[in-house]
């Protein structure tokens, strides 16, 4: 045998060996579990003094890092890690744009339905404790008014008869949801728009077109939106605008 072949040899047998050992896995764990919230603070009230995780962070976050992670144009987010044993999650409050409320009638079949279970020492005494705890109760109080708001409030703009008095409802909730903001974060796309008022993406296009022509609003990119006359896209929305 040669040298040369002997070399050969031994450099197949290394590859062989290397192929062969056990190789760490490319996927090791899970670090943590991500949550939308709609109020950070009441969240970590919840969480923290009802529930018992630990805060180990809160930080804002913004710009192009987190607008590429997420596919939100514009995004601005409150974020909380929180630890319970050896588990961490994190709740995220979006400050801009708003993220669309959960569907009413929500059930635990639904594709966008998520839960994470928490592991309790005595289940009877649990039960007992979140029953109890007397901040509890005024938030369901106040999360049920909300839902119920919110649900009052895309039932009267659907209820609307004509495309313009949709879409003049439409944009005056948005504006109501995002705290009168100076611009509107217009975050849903027109097809998005135009799936939730029943219209299709021409009509509304067409008649946000005509808003701006108007001077009733300014479409300063798309997907922000100035408000220039409350009181005409008001009557718009009333169906009080007869020469529209």
Known sequence: MTRRTLVLLLTAAAGLAAESAPREPLITGVDSIGMTVTDLDRSLHFYTDVLGFRKVSETEIA???????????????????????????????????????MPAGTRGNDRWFQHIAIVVSDMDRAYRHLRDEPA???????????????????????????????????????HRRQKNPPEIDLQPSRADIADFLGLTIETVSRNLTKLRTKRIIRLPTIHKLVILDSDRLEALAAGECENW
């Open 63 to 101: 710009g192009e890092a987190i607008e590429h992670l997420q596919g939100v144009f514009g995004a601005r987010a409150r974020v909380a890690r929180l630890q319970l044993g050896d588990e961490f999650i994190e709740l995220s409050e979006y400050l801009a744009p708003e993220g669309r409320p």
């Open 136 to 174: 509890l109760a005024p938030q369901l109080v106040s999360l049920l008014a909300q839902e119920l708001e919110s649900a009052r409030g895309q039932i009267a703009i659907l209820n609307r008869r004509s495309a313009i008095e949709k879409l003049a409802a439409f944009i005056l909730d948005l």
